[in-house]
């Protein structure tokens, strides 16, 4: 029988689902981002006008520095949780996706083994699945796709927010 390797974390990452999730965050990282850029402009005018600002105004623009900072570091948070939240389901559903690949695989290819191939020291190059992996895991999202649109897509934006980036489990 034939032996294949795949490597999964790369199947995940050319997901066409999971480079959607990832594209669906970035409004979000790039408002942290901004927000992040304005606290350190904050932090400059600060040093700038130390020298002729009253120490009540000093004390008032640092709280609202620290207020900012606390707010960001919160929102970065729950950014962060709502992106391993989204990572956590897309590999779930990687998962029971690839089961089924690797089935047809095995029934209809011959293949007799299929391995991660982090597991694996060397192999020839093609034993490696991957590419076709990731291929039949699109096209299978594709012909999906007019059925659950609808459903998919209200269920990502009511989770929407920044990189969905996790290591899927073989």
């Known amino acids: 029988g034939k032996v294949g390797v795949v490597d999964v974390l790369k199947v995940y990452n050319d997901w066409d689902v999971q480079k959607k999730a990832d594209t669906e965050f970035q409004p979000k990282r790039q408002e942290l981002e901004k927000k992040d850029q304005d606290i350190s402009e904050m932090k400059k005018s600060l040093q700038k006008q130390k020298s002729v600002w009253s120490a009540d105004k000093i004390a008032k623009q640092e709280a609202e520095i620290k207020t900012a900072e606390r707010d960001l570091r919160d929102q970065v948070e729950s ?74 897509s209200s269920a990502v934006k009511s989770e929407s927010s920044s990189s969905i980036s996790g290591s899927p489990s073989v």
């Open 79 to 152: 950014l962060s949780e709502e992106i391993d939240k989204k990572a956590k389901g897309l590999t779930k559903e990687l998962d029971g996706k690839l089961q089924k690949i690797y089935k047809d695989l095995v029934e209809k290819e011959g293949y007799t083994l299929i391995l991660e191939k982090r597991a694996v020291r060397y192999n020839k190059p093609e034993m490696d699945l991957t590419k076709k992996i990731t291929e039949m895991l699109n096209k299978m999202e594709s012909a999906a796709a007019p059925a659950e649109s609808e459903k998919t």
